[in-house]
């Protein structure tokens, strides 16, 4: 009798169909000791420990020398002891749905993502405003990163290029 009530019910109530399966090499999967990521958003107050896969920055500071690799960023001068200017790769380009894909990365986006921080409250944003006073465009592929005088510090202000 149960068995007859097994195939009935089976038959009403059919499986889900579950989706393939990706091969393994396709597969990026990420964990931690103490729980499932949080998301992906950089808003977030806290955002995963891999936020930083889909966001690139301007620079990446290598764990293996003291050196700060351009990644977005072609390079940075000082102009002075109190300001950082930042020039942007021409190939940075947005990726994404449209209308954004493909268009250039400019200094007036890096101006917006930063200031977000002083917006909002935005942990990978907001602490670099403790060393930088302003930000300001000086031409589509260069931003000006004005040092907080009281503040100085300057391998925080360039760990701000890391960061952003």
Same mark, same amino acid.
């Given at each position: 009798? =149960? ?17 393939? /399966?990706?091969?393994?090499?396709? +597969?990026?999967?990420? =964990?931690?000791?103490?729980? /499932? ?5 950089? @808003? ?11 966001? =690139?920055?301007? !620079?990446?500071?290598?764990? !293996? ?5 351009? !990644?977005? /960023? ?8 109190? +300001?950082?200017?930042? +020039?942007?790769?021409?190939? /940075? ?10 268009? $250039? ?6 101006? !917006? ?12 944003? +907001? $602490? ?10 000086? =031409? $589509? ?5 004005? @040092? ?17």
């Amino acid at each position: 009798m =149960s068995l007859m009530l097994i195939s009935i019910l089976v038959t009403l109530f059919p499986a889900k169909v579950s989706a393939p /399966a990706l091969p393994r090499e396709e +597969t990026l999967i990420i =964990s931690s000791d103490w729980s /499932a990521p949080v998301g992906y958003n950089a @808003l977030l107050p806290r955002p995963s420990y891999f936020t930083n896969l889909m966001y =690139s920055s301007l !620079y990446i500071q290598s764990p !293996y020398s003291d050196e700060w690799i351009p !990644y977005l /960023a072609k390079n940075y001068t000082w102009a002075d002891k109190y +300001t950082l200017l930042v +020039t942007i790769r021409d190939e /940075a380009k947005w990726w994404g749905p449209a209308p954004l894909n493909g268009t $250039p990365i400019t200094a007036e986006d890096v101006k !917006y993502s930063m200031e977000l921080g002083k917006k909002y409250s935005v942990p990978m944003y +907001t $602490p670099q405003w403790t060393y930088i006073e302003n930000v300001t465009v000086i =031409s $589509p592929k260069v931003v000006a990163f004005y @040092l907080n005088v009281t503040t100085l510090n300057y391998f925080s202000a360039l760990n701000c290029l890391g960061n952003l």
